[in-house]
């Protein structure tokens, strides 16, 4: 690993182009992507698009799309399997690029490239068992088939917290059902979404498969999700940008003949239930692990804490006992714990909400910036959190966890459903009545059991979410391709 960080680092401060229908762009005005450990160190540099550019795009993928649909399903699933392959040759050099790009610790990293692994491996398969034949009821008379068909043009939004994963993930879904595709990165994590286009050429998908469009969100965004001749959007980011793109999706354009479809996967304000009869100690590990992993950077994240009173001051010194011991420092020192929040405004986001938090509660460890050049902050933890207050309602996305007092099992799940959004959420119990209460009221995607709220595994927790954390697509799950498929029935009298 310390030699896949040198070997990252030398090539710091290249430049990349965009790839529209083949051809490298350049365009006058750049992004610059920065350590956020070192934010005076530039990781890459990359083209802005122009709105005409973004045009340009999604034109050139509508022109390839017959060609790339037509070809059979078992070559795209062949590129698929050799890009996972190559995925894990290259794997330390890609922990490493997350590390530097997107201020991850060396575990985090590895996890994040092993998923994207994973998504590679499992739509390949999944896609063949799609373009078999389909258990469609054969009426005496007729050969009855059901076949899936691609969509067309996707337009691929992901955010920088997985920016590989998920960036891997709803690329290559779309690519491997045969739709052709615009990925526009995140413009936190653009080297990796590069880096990755590397992958897919030399997997053997054609440049005019798919365009890499860097570029400002606020910019091209609104021109590739209205374009009539895109297909579908696939989205995973914040909720006011998910709800933006459902809404202009959602209105033909001149020249528009379907209605796009938006798979929108979106925010968390995760809950971690400790009941009275739970191991404490391992309710105190999960919760720190879900809540400061990765920063609390993850949509997954447990931002809310909700503690039976019976054990809430136990659980309490235990848990800030060891969340004052968290180290926080650069991601590429495998010594620290906790690197930096991605970027300055996230930094000034934070800080402003553990604000908000000490009004709104009572401070039990971190509040604050940690020391150091790097967007650092020390992880918090605020106690007697009322269920109203902004800091258990709104998504803080950083290492910041509310802690919120429960009189007994019913109340706990009453609160922990308190929220617009359902993604993830974890109960400490080993009382199988209190499981089987859970499993039918806590109203999340994806919900767990004596384990942390995050780290879900691909085809193991299909992975998506209720209310405004999205559309549910249940990524790595047997549902999702058929996000990217459209099905024809297909009789013939005999
Ligand atoms: P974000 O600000 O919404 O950005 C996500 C992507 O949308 C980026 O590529 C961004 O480009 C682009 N974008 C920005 N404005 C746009 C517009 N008007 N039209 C189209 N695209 C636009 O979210 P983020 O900060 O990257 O990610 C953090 C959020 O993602 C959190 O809310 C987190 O919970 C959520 N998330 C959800 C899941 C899930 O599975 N549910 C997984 C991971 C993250 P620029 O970078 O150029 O602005």
């Not at 050139?60 to 590129?79: K, L, M, N």
């Not at 010194?317 to 180290?327: D, G, M, P, T, W």
Request: with cysteine.
């Amino acid at each position: 690993m310390e030699r896949a960080c040198a070997q990252v680092r030398s090539q710091f401060g290249r430049e990349y182009e965009l790839s529209i229908g083949g051809e490298r762009v350049r365009c006058e005005r750049k992004i610059e992507s920065r350590d956020p450990s070192r934010p005076r160190e530039i990781v890459g540099v990359h083209q802005s698009a122009t709105p005409e550019l973004a045009r340009q795009a999604v034109e050139a993928e509508f022109s390839f799309f017959p060609e790339w649909s037509r070809v059979p399903v078992a070559e795209r699933v062949a590129a698929l399997l050799r890009a996972a392959g190559i995925l894990r040759r290259r794997k330390l050099e890609f922990d490493a690029w997350l590390v530097y790009e997107a201020g991850k610790t060396w575990i985090e990293a590895e996890a994040d490239v092993s998923e994207g692994i994973d998504f590679c491996e499992y739509y390949a398969r999944e896609m063949l068992r799609l373009d078999g034949p389909q258990p469609v009821v054969q009426l005496p008379g007729e050969r009855d088939e059901l076949v899936y068909l691609p969509l067309g043009v996707g337009v691929v939004i992901p955010p920088w917290n997985f920016p590989l994963a998920i960036l891997v993930g709803m690329t290559v879904a779309a690519l491997v059902a045969g739709n052709t595709v615009v990925l526009k990165p995140s413009s936190d994590t653009p080297t990796i979404g590069a880096k990755f286009a590397e992958v897919l050429r030399e997997a053997g998908f054609p440049e005019c498969s798919f365009c890499l469009l860097t570029g400002s969100g606020s910019v091209v965004g609104d021109v590739l999700v209205q374009h009539p001749k895109t297909r579908f959007i696939s989205f995973t980011g914040s909720k006011e940008v998910g709800l933006r793109i459902n809404e202009l999706a959602a209105k033909p354009q001149p020249g528009q003949i379907w209605i796009k479809r938006v798979v929108a996967e979106m925010g968390g304000k995760d809950p971690i239930v400790v009941d009275r009869e739970a191991d404490l100690d391992r309710a105190v590990d999960g919760v720190l692990a879900s809540a400061f992993g990765y920063q609390g950077q993850k949509c997954s994240a447990c931002s809310r804490a909700i503690v039976d009173e019976a054990v809430y001051d136990e659980f309490l010194l235990r848990l800030a006992r060891k969340v004052e011991a968290i180290r926080v420092g650069p991601a590429d020192s495998p010594d620290n714990y906790m690197g930096p929040v991605i970027n300055e405004g996230a930094r000034r986001s934070i800080l402003k909400y553990i604000e908000i938090g000490k009004q709104e509660g009572r401070l039990v460890a971190g509040g604050g910036a940690a020391e150091g050049d790097g967007y650092f902050i020390r992880p918090t933890v605020i106690a007697d959190i009322p269920p109203e207050a902004r800091i258990f309602q709104e998504e803080v996305f950083g290492p910041v966890l509310a802690v919120t007092k429960a009189r007994d099992f019913d109340d706990a799940l009453k609160l922990a459903n308190r929220s617009e959004y359902g993604l993830t959420g974890a109960v400490y119990t080993s009382n199988r009545e209190k499981i089987e209460q859970a499993k039918a009221r806590f109203f999340t995607g994806n919900l767990y059991f004596n384990r942390k709220c995050t780290g879900a595994m691909v085809g193991a927790h299909p992975f998506g979410g209720f209310n405004m954390s999205g559309t549910d697509s249940k990524a790595g799950g047997p549902d999702y391709m058929l996000l990217f498929l459209q099905a024809k029935s297909i009789a013939e009298k005999l």
